[in-house]
């Protein structure tokens, strides 16, 4: 529980929750703050014998001028006002000067000075004590001052009331006031926010004291169920609703274990520190099962479980099935799958945009953990998805491909029908006829062309030196012919 740093916060000593078992103890027992109007100097109550805190805080951090920081606390007796007395000077070489009534009665703590806290313990209080205080921080050039009043109270109050958001708290179940101390048992997030200890005297005089809660748990539900197909990775989550080194200092560290007693590495997401993820890649049927995460925060220890299902759909035939065959495809769960419901769809067998997908969907969409398949048709085949839902929506999904043998699945690419295949043939006969025609008119050429030497020879003077002697030695025998007829 980290102290609030207003006007009227109360001096008081507070333990902090790092566990949803532990019990938290409200120390109000020796010293309270009554409420001040605004221009009024805060007021601290503190009982005799007992310790008490006079609060001085500065918001911004020092570390660049701790070095040259000094603190000096004065105080003032309610019988004599003008006069100042030390009560502890820390001088910025770190000496610290004590007056002689308050020499083993009076401190500060060092460490907190580099978070603001320059605070002024006095154990135990006695009834001189009571007076005006004030204390003089100087670090670099700038200068804080804090100024409050201390009343010890000799007589025990005669009423305890505890109050949670300004509603009054039945001490009872997880609710045990001992003295004046408040116990809380089983810690629940809710528990966080501002708590509110009344004491009344026996002269009618109300004291109240007020500290900020902060339950420091996880993020997400105790204890989540996470589904992954097998074969996929899966994500972990072990996130924190705070986090504890933004509250302080405190050292975190994180571990994660399977139920086989292997520990495991845990991987950061996005340089969150509050936010823990243990990476699973290509998970299987072995790795299904509780998984236990641990945060140490500064030696305390709080845990999660998490259950990761494995999803696999189980055929009741191995490989491609025949066209006919009765099919049944199971969806199997590593775990109960207890209240939840599964639905499966066909995805298609080929890529569609997402009007189409829906529309596939809607036509093959059936409800139970078997998928059943009387006769299968090749229709059939293709991508079917088994998913798990409940009341919270989709948990997981898995796929499973089915083939069928001797069937030839048609992607939107490779759909051709009858009439498309009857005019393709028909234009390739076209063109033979054509090509045929053109090679005989070209024949039919050929031969005119022998009744015309001179026209042979203009065409093989076009024609290589090798073709020209052929059309010589073919002029000279149709020579040869015509005279012998």
Not at 436 to 442: E, G, K, N
Request: contains cysteine.
């Amino acid at each position: 529980m980290r102290p609030e740093r207003g006007p009227f916060d109360a001096p008081v000593t507070a333990l902090r929750f790092l566990s949803w078992s532990v019990t938290l103890i409200l120390l109000m027992t020796h010293a309270r703050n009554v409420s001040s109007k605004a221009g009024e100097v805060q007021r601290v109550w503190a009982e005799e014998g007992g310790p008490v805190v006079l609060p001085c805080y500065l918001e911004s951090g020092i570390r660049e001028v701790y070095r040259r920081l000094s603190v000096r606390w004065e105080r003032r007796r309610n019988s004599s006002p003008q006069v100042h007395r030390m009560v502890l000077q820390v001088a910025p070489s770190g000496l610290k000067i004590r007056a002689r009534s308050m020499m083993s009665r009076a401190s500060v703590r060092d460490q907190d000075f580099l978070h603001g806290n320059f605070s002024l313990q006095i154990n135990p209080v006695s009834n001189t004590d009571m007076g005006r205080y004030a204390a003089r921080v100087k670090y670099g050039s700038k200068v804080h001052r804090c100024e409050l009043r201390l009343d010890v109270a000799s007589e025990k109050p005669i009423k305890i009331r505890w109050f949670r958001t300004g509603h009054l708290i039945t001490t009872s179940g997880r609710f045990q006031a001992v003295g004046q101390s408040l116990f809380i048992s089983r810690l629940m997030g809710s528990d966080s926010g501002p708590w509110a200890c009344e004491l009344t005297y026996a002269g009618g005089e109300r004291v109240s004291a007020t500290r900020h809660l902060q339950v420091l748990g996880f993020a997400r539900p105790t204890f989540p169920v996470v589904y992954a197909a097998a074969g996929s990775d899966a994500h972990l989550p072990c996130e924190l609703n705070i986090n504890p080194m933004d509250e302080d200092n405190s050292k975190v560290a994180i571990r994660w274990s399977h139920m086989a007693g292997e520990d495991l590495k845990a991987m950061s997401n996005s340089h969150q520190e509050n936010n823990r993820i243990l990476h699973l890649p290509a998970v299987g049927p072995g790795c299904a099962g509780q998984y236990l995460c641990e945060v140490i925060i500064n030696g305390t220890i709080i845990s999660k479980n998490v259950t990761l299902v494995v999803m696999t759909v189980i055929p009741s035939i191995e490989g491609p099935v025949r066209e006919g065959a009765h099919l049944m495809l199971t969806c199997s769960l590593s775990h109960p799958p207890g209240k939840a419901q599964f639905q499966w769809k066909w995805l298609g067998s080929g890529p569609a945009n997402s009007s189409e997908a829906a529309s596939r969907s809607s036509k093959h969409l059936s409800t139970g953990w078997i998928r059943e398949f009387s006769k299968v048709s090749p229709k059939d085949a293709g991508v079917w998805e088994c998913s798990v839902h409940s009341t919270e929506g989709t948990l997981g999904s898995v796929q499973y491909h089915l083939e069928i043998a001797g069937a030839q699945v048609a992607s939107p690419q490779q759909n051709v029908t009858p009439g498309k295949i009857t005019y393709g043939l028909m234009a390739f006969l076209f063109f033979l006829v054509v090509l045929i025609a053109v090679l005989l008119a070209l024949l039919r050429r050929r031969t005119h062309s022998l009744n015309f030497p001179a026209l042979d020879r203009l065409v093989a003077a076009a024609l290589p030196r090798k073709e020209v002697k052929d059309v010589v030695h073919e002029e000279k025998v149709l020579q040869a012919l015509q005279i012998e007829l």
